[in-house]
C-alpha cells in the first residue's frame, strides 16, 4: 500500500507554491520550524502578496508546526521528523520550495476516496480531505477550492497532473 501513501502524502502542501523567488530563505530543509513557538496566520498579508523570504519565514513559524502535529497524529512513527522535505522533496532548496515537486503526480479523473476498497488508501483520503487540506487551506488564508468554478485550493496546489491527463470537467 505504500502507492496509496505516496499519493495522499503529496496532496500536502496544494497552496505552498512560491513564486519566483528573490533568494533563499535561511529555513532548514528538513525539520524546519519544530522549535518555532505555533503563530497564527496573518490574515494581514495574503499569501500571493508575500515575498519570498516572508513566505519561508511564515512556513516554518507557522506551516511546519501545525501540519508536523496533524502528520504526528496521523502517524507518529513516519512523521517523527516532520519537516520540509516531506511536502517539497529532498530537494527543497534547490528548487527553492517550487511546488509541485516530487509528490505522487495525481489523476483528475481517479482521485483517491474516503470510499476506497484498499483501507489504507481511504485512511489517507480521509486525512487529506477531512484534516490536511482544510487545515493548509486556513493557514494560508486561502479559499477552498470549489469544483463547480474549478477555483481555490486543492490537491492540485502541491501535486502535479499525472502525464497524460486533463483536468476533470
Known amino acids: 500500500m505504500r502507492s496509496g501513501h505516496v499519493f495522499l502524502t503529496s496532496c500536502?502542501?496544494?497552496?505552498?507554491?512560491?513564486?519566483?523567488?528573490?533568494q533563499t530563505p535561511d529555513v532548514p530543509a528538513s525539520g524546519g520550524g519544530e522549535s518555532a513557538a505555533p503563530v497564527q496566520p496573518s490574515p494581514a498579508k495574503a499569501w500571493a502578496d508575500?515575498?519570498?523570504?516572508?513566505?519561508?519565514?511564515?512556513?516554518a513559524k507557522v506551516v511546519v508546526p501545525a501540519m508536523k502535529d496533524l502528520f504526528q497524529r496521523f502517524d507518529a512513527a513516519r512523521f517523527a521528523d516532520f519537516g520540509?522535505?516531506?511536502?517539497?522533496?529532498?530537494?527543497?532548496?534547490e528548487?527553492?520550495?517550487?511546488?509541485p515537486n516530487g509528490l505522487h503526480p495525481l489523476d483528475p479523473r481517479a482521485m483517491p476516496m474516503a470510499n476506497a476498497a484498499d483501507p489504507?488508501?481511504?485512511?489517507?483520503?480521509?486525512?487529506?480531505?477531512?484534516e490536511v487540506?482544510?487545515?493548509m487551506?486556513?493557514?494560508?488564508?486561502?479559499?477552498?477550492?470549489?469544483?463547480?468554478?474549478?477555483?481555490g485550493f486543492g490537491c492540485f496546489g502541491c501535486h502535479a497532473m499525472a502525464p497524460g491527463t486533463v483536468p476533470a470537467p
Open 137 to 151: 487551506t486556513e493557514l494560508l488564508g486561502a479559499t477552498a477550492f470549489d469544483p463547480t468554478t474549478g477555483q
Open 50 to 59: 508575500r515575498n519570498f523570504d516572508e513566505r519561508g519565514d511564515y512556513m
Open 120 to 130: 489504507e488508501v481511504a485512511r489517507w483520503a480521509r486525512f487529506m480531505s477531512e
Open 84 to 93: 520540509c522535505v516531506d511536502c517539497h522533496g529532498p530537494n527543497a532548496q
Open 95 to 99: 528548487v527553492r520550495f517550487h511546488m
Open 133 to 135: 487540506k482544510p487545515r
Open 12 to 22: 500536502l502542501f496544494t497552496l505552498v507554491g512560491c513564486g519566483e523567488p528573490a
